[in-house]
Each structure stands twice: as C-alpha cells, then as structure tokens.
C-alpha cells in the first residue's frame, strides 16, 4: 500500500460535500489515462507479488507473545541501512538504492495499515523465463531474513494472516488503551494504526460515514465445552466514552459471534497478492475476467484465518472480516432504513468479491453479468462521452458508486489531469477480489490485474508455490485461451461457500464444466480462410447458460474431474502448457514440487494452514474444549509458526501441511 | 502419392491438446488433433461425410489433408521462440533424411510465415532414456500423473548406431550454416551416447530433450556432463514412437474415428494402396517475453503406395 501525498485530510461532514466533485474529477483522470495508454502494445509479462508480515515479540520468561508496534523503527531502519541502499534495496516511501546495474537488486519495503505490519516486494519486477520463476523462494526467505535483521533480538516477522489475540488486554508492544478518538474501539487502541493521517482518517470517516462503529462479526466455533449460547466474554456492554459504545447496547453484538468493532481487525490481515503486466489493455482484461472464477478456489485453498480475538472460529478465510471491517455503507444503504438521503442500496461492502466482466470477449456472454449491478449512470455516461466502451465504462461507473473517505483538502483546487490521485482515491479503496490497475502516469508500465484472494501462507516455499501457480495459470489461460466463465453472482456465492470451514474438503464450488470451445474451433488464425460451404461460420446458438457450469470440489477444479469430457482440472492444464514450452529438468523438477503441494492440498492428502492451526489449538494441553486460544496457546503456536517458517516441515513440525519434502 | 496431414494450429483447438490422464495415451496429442482438425474441416460430422476432394488439395504430386492453410505469426520474428522437433520413423533408410529435413522446416516456416527457427529438435527412432534406478531422495514422491511415456507402445525397433546418427546430423549442420535453424539439439541421449555422438560433431547439440517423467531422477552423471559440455537439458512428454504402426491407416479409413480420405466398402469413391508414414514435424511458437505459446501443431508426412 503506497502513501498518498500528506496534507490536511477533510473531516467526513466535509469530505461528503465534495464527494461528487471528486468523484467526476477523478472520472476525467481516468479518461485522460486511457486516451493515453488504450494502445499501448506489446508490454512484456512482468509481475510482482506482495508478502505481508506481522511483527511479533516474545516475552521469553512470561511464555507471551505480542504484536510490536515498532513498524516505523524498523522501517527506519530499513531505510537507512547502507549495505542496502547500496544493494538496491530500501524503503519507497523513504530512500531506496538505485538498482541500476544491479542484476538482483535487494528487495524493498512498505509500511502497511497495521502498525504490526510489514509488506516486502522483490526488488524487481518478475518476468517469464523459467529460471526467474526459481529466484522467487529465495528471494522471498532473503526479504524475511533482511526484514528480520531490522527488528530486535525478540522480534520476529511471521505470515500468519492474523494475530490470534488481537484484541484482548495485553496483546501489544508498546501497549495504549483502547477506546481512542479515531478507532473508538473498545478493544484496540488508536495506535494500532500506522500514524500516518491517511490510515486513522480512512478508519474514523469509515465510523462516521456508517454512523456507527464497524461490525466484524464471526461464528465462534462450537467446542464440546463452549457454553452454547455464547456470549463473547471480552465484550463491555458498560462502556460510555463515545456514542459509538452504544453499539453493543443495541446489538451489535449477538450471540454465538465474536464481536470485533474497527478496521484493523480486518485490514490487519496479511495476504498473498500477485499483480501482472499484460500486454496490452485488451489482454489485461481478458485475464481479469478469467482470473475472477478461480479467486474463491484460491481463497479456500489457502484457508488460513481460523482464530479471532482469543477465540477459534466457524470460519477459515479473513475476507468477510476484511469486508465489515471497513464496511461504511450506511443504515439505509444496507437497507435497514428507507432510502431518504443516500442514492441507492448497496449489497455489498467496498471490499468485497468483484461484481463485474471487463472484456469485449465475443464468449461474454450477457448473461454472466449481474443484472442488479449499481452505477453510476451519470458517470457511465461521461466516460461513454469520453470514448470508453460500454463494459469498461460500466466497470468504473460501478466502482465510482462509492464516497471518497480520504480527501485531502489542498488537491480540490485545480483540475490536474497529469495525476492520477483523485482517480485513485476511489480506485484503490473499492478493495475487491481483482483489480484492474491502469498504467500510472508517465512510467512505461502497462495495463496491469492483481489477483488478491489468497492467504498469506506460513512458509516461503508455500508462497512462492500459490505465486507461481497462478502466474502458470495466466500463462495457460492466455496460451490456450481458456474460458472460465460463470455468471458473476455465482462467483460471489463461492467467495462465501470458501469461508465454511474446510471447505477445500467438504464444499463444493461453482464452476464452469469445460474451459474449451464447445465445438471444434473454426481455424481462427489467417485472415481469409476458405472454409468449405457446408461449415457453419460461427459456432451455433449456446445453450442455457445454466448447462456450462456445475458444482465442484477443490479437488476436481485444480486435479480434473476423472470421468470423461470432465473438468479437465488446473494443474493438468498448467502441465499440458509446461509440456509446450522449454524448461530445463532442474526448473521443471523445482516446479513439480509447487505444483505437487497445491494438488495434495486440493486433494486432501496436506492440510490448509487452517486445519493445521485448529488442529494444533485443540491438541494443546492448555485447551479447554471452549474454544478458548489463550495466551499460552498463543505463544505455542506463533513460535511453531516460526519454527514451521524456518524449518519447513524437515524436523516435523507441520508435515501435515508440507509434507516430508525434498 | 505423398500424403501432408496437418493439425493447424492446436493450441485454441481445446480438448486435443489436454491429455486426459485417466482415460489416454500420452502420445494421442497428434492423433486426436489430427482427428479433431479433420473433422473441423469436414464440417457436420454427423453425415456419412463428405468426399475428401472437398476438404484436401492435391498440389505438387503431394495431397493435402485438410488444404493446408498457413497461420502466420502475428508479431515481429524478434518476439518468437521457435521450437521444431522433427521425429524421424523407424524402418525409413536414414538416407532419406535429408530431403525429409528441408521438407519439414519448409512445411513449418511455410506454416508460421517465418524465415529461420531458433531450436530444431531432432527424435531419432528406438532411442528411450533409460534414467539409472538410484532411489530418489524424495520420501515423499510427486503424486502427479505426470509420467507419459508409460502411456507410448513400445518401441518397434532398437536404437540405430552412432555412426547413421551422425550422417543425419551432418545435414542439419549444413542447415545451421545455412542460418536456417539457429540451435541443434537431441533427444534421450545418455551420457554414454552423448559421450561417443559429441566426437562426430562439427556443431555441437545445443539441446539434449529428456522425457518429464523423469525430470526429477535424471542421473546426476548426466547433469553434470551436460552442464561440463553446455548441452541444455530440456523436458518434454513426446512419445519416441510417436506414430505407432496402423495409427495413420486409422485416422484416414472409413472406420470409426476415420476420415474416409482411404476407401473402403462403403467409400468407394476413396483413395486406394498402403500408407507409409515418413517422418513427423511438430513446431511450438512461443512469445519470449510473454511465455504464451501462440502457435503449436504438426504436420505427418506418409507415402501413399498403390
């Protein structure tokens, strides 16, 4: 997450007004990027992927671990280490190395919502040779050694996607109490964000804008011993420093739910995002589109999240608590009250599974798309004007639905089409499963797609394996011009059927039966060819949309389905397009490996890291069968986590998940 | 009469180029996309089918099966990785070969509208890597269904002598010099075979092409010697035998799965005599900095006698 310009951030009552007028300068923006770059051709495959890090500290003598809040000291750090800045490496925000001339360059750091976080990306772009793909592991093991190497003896960064006890007493370091002016939570304090002004603004106009605090609610996990029904013992009905603390009064938190109340429960969470070059705007969305299917399958196959504040959870995945975590939709957009002064009601959060197709694909069928889908209308109507076509224009107008959070006060002076800020104000927080990034201003990058459904997995060697797999994916989609659509609602039923709890085993997903032409394709390539008389020219009429698609396991989406004319599965056709390109044996053998855990996670034979952690906590001698994870289980598995990170499963520790490999 | 079978470009074919692990043989990419190319051009398959006349050409003493149509690459040449792997058949007299050689990189640059290749690969009959039965390391081996040449028949013939071998290398020298391939390269070869091939080259393979299914067992003597004599060994699932005895017949009868090009009982109006297959020709076209294949396919090149 990049850090927009400093200057005074508006107030909500303030920021509302000039809502509209942010919103119409940032569609000109966009308008002016895509005159710009709508032909730009022939960019090479580049990608990047993101790891995120949760800063722990270990209380050796008292068997506890807290969150450190030290991300700006160790970013500092970072920062100002000369051997790095000579290596290439750095801080963007701050100073980096130049990497000219650097065939590796160091890898480089970002500070991120969470003032327990850390995000660390390669020093370079990515690209598609083979042999780059094998720098991907040790490039992210040296990102969490240097990493490492700037916080304290007692310090450690780990990719877990949350905290187990986040948010109860005593859970971080430096520790502040909670219920402050911006957050208002009654279970974290104000501190847990970075300070920077845009991080506590977004939070407190996200409060403000609902008028209410946010509600991140998750089934608690259901033990032998869990009185049932359960009241989240951590919850203070008798708190009266803002209006906010009325919320629990009036039922925001129910039974059977633990009840957490600000966005950093949810934007807290570390994720494995991978972004991607495409070649042209044209390519770029064809892979948003055929990218957008397999997120859910992706998010249940990295299942991660099974522990909230203390408590084991019914769920698996973070992405629901990330959506409510910074929900700001308000009472009568979320229709609980009669639409009055707002524009529309809104099913979904800000962040939440992507409800649109981008592509002028002839295969995009109307009927994929959501007939219910919000626009603006007035906006669609200005990028039309503009030139844009109708799905692009209706991707952004959907988009553009949303109020600006964060507006700074010294940008609403002039019109800059040079920039790109009020663009990307709406942009970069409509947080969904896909994004579909325009080139920034005046660099060579191209039309780029984030893929940003998976968890962060505990190792390095786990994600560089989901990384590469999908870079592989893209390869093969655009390779054998696969199609994976389903109507988009759909998508979004998966994205809730991935957070059941192993659902990589026990649910089953929507997906489209065949990723090939229904019949053999005319001979598409060469203009002017004399197809004999009796060949129809187009293939005939589909059939009901509802005949393309059925429901699958994990198991048969990334393995195949083993009947006839089946599903052929995602690795088989990862393989089938490795077996067309070059690869050498030794990168071959590296990729067999990542290849081989994602299927044995798909079949069953590894645990997710959810089932792993679950397992673990109901293991644990201190576990009470209540669902409680407390502070001793907690120190146990964070330093397992570590171990695990280290050791990989070569000492047993986590074979479950990994395997006994190499 | 020479007979030109072509998949045209497989790649956006869908199913024939997925192998189908449970239910196929490996070595069914280029028959089943020879089938489904057939069929495409053919039109409605559920006819008795039309003449052949009405989808192949004859030209040149050589029938087209279908009339061929060349798919040009789209981009610059610059962007492209040519990959050809020519597969020579057994019981051909290998003095055969270097007509056969120019004839198929004709077909292909013809094909991809290109004036050179950058790697030609070439399969000679009979040869199967034998990877050394040293355990592996791994506890826990690959699940994947990822081995393929189990699914290939047997070899018909064994492997020809080193000295055949190098007679036939001695034309694809002359066509690196030519500057029409820029790369040679092998397929299967051991250390031994390499060892006592190497003394009889002018240019070295730059290549040496090793089945998958033993991607994680190839023998450490044969990664080092490779990297001491800077021979690329590169994976591939290609049968050696990859046209096995009566495919073509098959592919080309009035039987089930048939074209009906050959007659028969009930297609009088067919091509009559024996097929001999000659050599087959697979190219893969491959953006560079992109990694996506644009173009794949084969053509199969067999003798039509009376």
Known sequence: MGLLAIGTPLEWPEAKKVASHVRSWGIEQLLAIWRDYKGKERDALLWGDEIEYLVVCYDQNNHKVRLSLRQADILAALATDEKLLAEGGGVPDVQTGDTKGIANPAPVFHPEFGRFMLEATPGKPWGIGFKDLLDVEPNMKWRRKIAREHMEASEFPITLTTFPRLGNKDTLIPDYPPSGPKLRSQFVPDEIANPHIRFPTLAANIRWRRGRKVQVNVPVFKDENTPWPWKDPTVNYDLHNWPEDDDVRNGAAPDNFIHMDAMAFGMGSCCLQITFQAKNIEEGRTMYDQLSPLGPILLALTAATPIYKGFLADTDVRWNQISRAVDDRTPEELGEQPLKNDRWRLPKSRYASNSTYISQDPRLRKEYLDPDLIVDEDLKKRLIEGGMDNALATHFAHLFIRDPIVVFNEDLKELDLTKADHFENLQSTNWQHMRFKPPPIGSEIGWRVEFRPMEIQITDFENAAFSIFIVLITRAILSFNLNFYIPITRVSENMETAHIRDAVSSQKFWFRKSPFPAQPASRSNGPGTSTPANMPSRPPTPGPVEDEYEQMSVNEIINGQNKEGGFPGLIPLVESYLNSMNVDVETRCDLATYLDLIRKRANGTYWTAAKWIRNFVQTHPDYKKDSVVSDEITYDLVKAAEQITKEEGHDGLGKEMLGSRR | ?306
């Not at chain 2, 069914?28 to 409605?44: A, D, P, V, W």
């Not at chain 2, 009959?125 to 990822?146: N, T």
């Not at chain 2, 030519?178 to 390269?185: A, I, P, R, T």
């Not at chain 2, 080092?224 to 990859?242: F, G, M």
Request: aromatic share 6%.
């Open chain 2, 1 to 306: 009469m020479k007979l030109v079978l072509s998949t045209s470009n497989i790649m956006s074919g869908g199913p024939s180029v997925m192998r189908r692990p449970f239910f196929e043989k490996s070595n069914t990419e280029l028959t089943s996309s020879l089938r489904s190319n057939f069929t495409n051009q053919q039109g409605s398959p559920t006819q008795s089918g039309p003449s052949y006349k009405s989808w192949t050409t004859q030209a040149d003493g050589a029938l087209y099966i279908p009339t061929h149509e060349p798919s040009p690459l789209t981009e610059p040449r610059e962007s492209y990785d040519i990959t050809v792997k020519l597969f020579y058949l057994p019981n051909i007299p290998a003095d055969r070969r270097c007509a056969q050689t120019r004839e198929a990189i004709e077909l292909v640059l013809k094909e991809l509208g290109s004036k050179s290749i950058d790697l030609l690969i070439v399969s000679f009959p009979g040869i199967s890597f034998d990877a050394d039965d040293e355990d592996s390391d791994l506890e826990d081996p690959p699940s994947a269904p990822q081995s393929t040449s189990e699914g290939c028949d047997e070899s018909e013939v064994p492997p020809e002598d080193i000295e055949t071998m190098a007679a036939t290398w001695k034309t694809l020298e002359t066509l690196h010099s030519e500057g029409l391939v820029s790369k040679l390269g092998i397929a299967e070869f051991g250390v031994a075979r390499l060892q006592k091939f190497l003394e009889h080259t002018a240019i070295r393979p730059s290549v040496n092409q090793i089945n998958v299914r033993d991607c994680c067992v190839v023998p450490k003597p044969l990664i080092l010697y490779a990297k001491q004599q800077q021979i690329e060994l590169l994976t591939h699932n290609d049968c050696t035998n990859i046209l096995p005895r009566g495919t073509l017949r098959q592919i080309l009868g009035s039987g089930e799965n048939g074209s009906g090009v050959l007659a028969s009982e009930s297609n009088k109006d067919g091509l009559r005599g024996d097929v001999a297959p000659q050599w087959v020709v697979k190219y893969t076209a491959v953006v560079k900095d992109r990694g996506v294949v644009e173009n794949k396919g084969y053509f199969a090149v067999a003798e039509l006698r009376e």
